[in-house]
């Protein structure tokens, strides 16, 4: 049974630092491309950002993420992570991390925006940023 945990989320100040973890167990983790999602409240959840298999290429939300945030991953800890700089409040969401099977395949890079495209989910974890 694949399982997802996310840890590293808390309370922090406008224009602090987070670092978020996902530790993954019971899948090949090199395999899985990993996403990271966000739903703020009352918002619908929204793409963060991703990185493939090999950890060779990240695609980001520019739109959210601006140059702020940096996803990466070690594989032989079958852990992805999520850098968070110059936070700012409407960053406050659940912060979700996401797999998709890769397996050594090329995808569009549009395809890691979309949701569906995950089948296993991280249980989430609060990220509030204080003005």
């Known amino acids: 049974q694949a399982q997802l945990v996310e840890s590293g989320g808390g309370l922090v100040q406008a224009g602090g630092s987070l670092r978020l973890s996902c530790a993954a167990s019971g899948l090949t983790f090199r395999a899985y491309a990993m996403g990271w999602f966000r739903q703020a409240p009352g918002k619908d959840d929204e793409f963060v950002a991703a990185i493939t298999g090999s950890g060779g290429t990240a695609y980001y939300a520019d739109s959210v993420v601006k140059g702020r945030f940096t996803t990466s991953r070690d594989n032989a800890k079958n852990t992805v992570y999520l850098q968070m700089n110059s936070l700012k409040p409407e960053d406050t969401a659940v912060y979700y991390c996401?797999?998709?099977?890769?397996?050594?395949?090329?995808?569009?890079?549009?395809?890691?925006?979309?949701?569906?495209?995950?089948?296993?989910w991280g249980q989430g974890t609060q990220v509030t940023v204080s003005s």
């Open positions: 996401a797999g998709r099977l890769q397996s050594g395949q090329s995808y569009p890079s549009t395809s890691y925006y979309d949701r569906a495209q995950y089948v296993y």
